[in-house]
């Protein structure tokens, strides 16, 4: 199996930018699909971002879309999800999941990182 951790959220200003990582270990990371999940405040886990095992096929929330970009370097087993012209609310836990490329669902999970963004 593979284990993955977060890290890189914090405070910004609505407006601002953030780029967490998900670094993984364990298993060959490239035969895993990798997701951002966020969870806000009394709702609902979300699917924010995935990218393909190869990296080749992406896809965004249409929450997102135009100011977020998932990316995977293989090399450093590390999906990146930048975030720009953030607004208050993306204010959330940020999680990173994976799954095996024959897997429909996601289940290696990360502790998740905070992200909040000031208005």
């Known amino acids: 199996q593979v284990q993955v951790e977060e890290s890189g959220g914090g405070l910004v200003q609505a407006g601002g930018s953030l780029r967490p990582s998900c670094a993984a270990s364990g298993r060959t990371f490239s035969n895993y699909a990798v997701a951002w999940f966020r969870q806000a405040p009394g709702k609902g886990r979300e699917l924010v971002a995935a990218?393909?095992?190869?990296?080749?096929?992406?896809s965004l929330a249409d929450s997102v879309k135009g100011r977020f970009t998932i990316s995977r370097d293989n090399a450093k087993t590390t999906v990146y999800l930048q975030m720009n012209s953030l607004k208050p609310e993306d204010t959330a836990v940020y999680y990173c999941?994976?799954?095996?490329?024959?897997?429909?669902?996601?289940?290696?999970w990360g502790q998740g990182t905070q992200v909040t963004v000031s208005s």
């Open positions: 999941a994976a799954r095996e490329s024959s897997r429909a669902t996601y289940n290696f």
């Open positions: 990218v393909s095992w190869t990296g080749g096929t992406t």
